[in-house]
Nanobody, 119 residues
Framework: QVQLVESGGGLVQPGGSLRLSCAAAGSIFSINTMGWYRQGPGKQRELVAAITSGGSTNYVDSVKGRFTISRDNAKKMVYLQMNSLKPEDTAVYYC?????????????WGQGTQVTVSS
């Protein structure tokens, strides 16, 4: 069984920073692309940032220059450093990973962590 567990959300003022972490655990052979999605109030879930096993990254235009995704393959973790946060970044942030394990290759989701940007 594979699990993704996020941490690091919270309440922050506009212009502030937060760092999200996501740990993968279980019977894992390899982790391919990892990413962060978010779903704001009344909005559809969107991809925020993704990183391949080789370290290539991509970002949604609205966070370019403010957010940085990184990963530690040895620890099976992915991070999202969020700087210069704006109220429109308020959302539940979900970790996603493409994982090969005992049962095959599947996409997995974390439980979500709330990020609120407000003064």
């Amino acid at each position: 069984q594979v699990q993704l567990v996020e941490s690091g959300g919270g309440l922050v003022q506009p212009g502030g920073s937060l760092r999200l972490s996501c740990a993968a655990a279980g019977s894992i052979f390899s982790i391919n692309t990892m990413g962060w999605y978010r779903q704001g109030p009344g909005k559809q879930r969107e991809l925020v940032a993704a990183i391949t096993s080789g370290g290539s990254t991509n970002y949604v235009d609205s966070v370019k220059g403010r957010f940085t995704i990184s990963r530690d393959n040895a620890k099976k973790m992915v991070y999202l450093q969020m700087n210069s946060l704006k109220p429109e970044d308020t959302a539940v942030y979900y970790c996603n990973a493409d994982i090969s394990g005992l049962l095959g290759r599947y996409g997995y989701w974390g439980q979500g962590t709330q990020v609120t940007v407000s003064s």
